[in-house]
């Protein structure tokens, strides 16, 4: 029997979460590193993180709903 996986919205949500976290304390360790300001890589956390996450959620939902490259399935 073939067993085909669907993601549910909270895992999605999740993975997008744990991302974020981690591209976002990339981005201001490296802000930090540039200009030596603890306070402008907090300033870049606060900003980022939460415009990064929505636009990366979004982007996961329409790609979910394009049918171009998907191929059916089929279970026994």
């Known amino acids: 029997m073939n067993m085909h ?10 993975k997008t ?3 974020r976290i981690i591209a976002t304390l990339t981005g201001a360790l490296v802000t930090w590193f540039l200009t030596g300001e603890v306070e402008t890589a907090g300033k870049f956390i606060l900003i980022e993180f939460p415009l990064k996450m929505l636009f990366y ?10 049918e171009w490259g998907k191929e059916s399935v089929q279970t026994e």
């Open 17 to 19: 979460f744990v991302w």
């Open 57 to 66: 959620y979004l982007h996961e939902i329409g790609w979910h709903n394009v």
């Open 5 to 14: 996986t669907q993601y549910t919205q909270s895992r999605l949500f999740a």
